[in-house]
């Protein structure tokens, strides 16, 4: 069950004056690395002894996709390497505001491909290699913006019924967002379709199925809203949770279909005009959210199925 907090604003972390997240450059994964110096002492006809002496080298590589005509722009990379540039230890901030030492940039790797017109890249893969300086942070943290509480599922000790009406109203919401940018996204590629483009009108179809499918998962959850009206009891939430967590299955499915037709387009992207591209990427990003949602709602659903069978 999700009784977390959510961030005011999407920011992953932050290193120096560089913020990661969905606006700027957003990692897909974050690699730590700590290790403990043992080294060996020779000794005489004998197996070499080990000596403790302390902690080693503490890294983290963070490995991400850009796509600069989606999100953020150029110069993202730029920025870490001015960073990197300034020779100093810099402050690594988490997204909930908690400092995590002093850092210092190793190394930047880049990698293009998918060029528009004049050599622009696309699709933009990068590797970011940080060593710590210092546990300790000098000089002043940056803050956040202030993490508030979302509108989420209550506490495990709330009512059944007030349970699965705060997920099923969540998921409404997201899967309305979706819905929205997934057909405009679908609007867009189908004023692209031509008869030597089959790939286009493959990308439309999943970006229908995307847009279709938030749609359905909307009404679900407005459906499982309006059967708890007035209901006291927790046998028609446990049987209404029971329902979406299924809904929620089957929607997940369709949307990781509509995700791989969607991530296979992308490749097709290098000689595709920005408006289609740039439709292809927010279709992918549409894809992405409907799978989470569903996966959100499926772990609440069961959790309060769980927590309130004997």
């Known amino acids: 069950m999700s009784l977390g907090y959510a961030l005011a604003q999407p920011v992953m972390m932050q290193l120096g004056s ?10 897909q994964g974050l690699q730590r690395s700590d290790e403990w110096r043992w080294p060996d002492l020779a000794r005489f006809g004998q197996a070499p002894a080990l000596q403790y002496t302390g902690p080693g080298t503490t890294t983290i590589t963070l490995d991400g996709i850009l796509y600069p005509e989606w999100r953020g722009g150029l110069g993202q990379l730029d ?6 540039g300034k020779g100093k230890p810099l402050v690594l901030v988490d997204g909930r505001g908690q400092a995590l030492g002093m850092w210092v940039i190793e190394r930047v790797d880049e990698s293009q491909s998918i060029f528009a017109a004049g050599g622009v890249a696309r699709r ?21 913006p ?40 679908w609007q867009s590629l189908q004023r ?15 970006a229908q199925r995307v847009a279709e499918t938030a749609g359905r998962l909307q009404g679900e959850a407005r459906d499982a809203i309006e059967a708890l009206q007035g209901v006291p009891g927790t046998g028609r939430a446990l049987d209404t949770a029971r329902r979406l967590v299924d809904r929620a299955g089957r929607f997940r499915a369709r949307a990781s279909s509509a995700s791989d037709i969607l991530q ?47």
């Open 124 to 144: 933009v893969e990068f590797t970011l290699q940080l060593k710590r300086f210092s546990a300790r942070v000098a000089g002043p943290v940056p803050r956040l």
């Open 192 to 206: 692209a379709v031509s008869p030597a483009a089959a790939w286009i009108k493959e990308a439309a179809g999943a």
């Open 79 to 84: 920025a870490m390497r001015a960073e990197a």
């Open 18 to 27: 560089f913020q990661f997240g969905v606006s700027t450059a957003a990692y």
């Open 264 to 310: 296979r387009s992308v490749r097709h992207l290098d000689d595709t005009p920005t408006e289609a591209a740039a439709a292809v990427l927010s279709a992918l990003a549409s894809s992405n959210r409907l799978s989470a949602t569903c996966r959100q709602l499926e772990r609440d659903a069961a959790s309060i199925i769980e927590g309130k069978q004997p």
């Open 146 to 185: 202030p993490l508030p509480k979302p509108a989420s599922t209550p506490a495990a000790g709330a009512d059944a019924v007030a349970q699965v009406r705060a997920a099923a109203a969540n998921t409404a919401t997201s899967a309305g967002s979706v819905a929205g940018t997934a057909t405009g996204a």
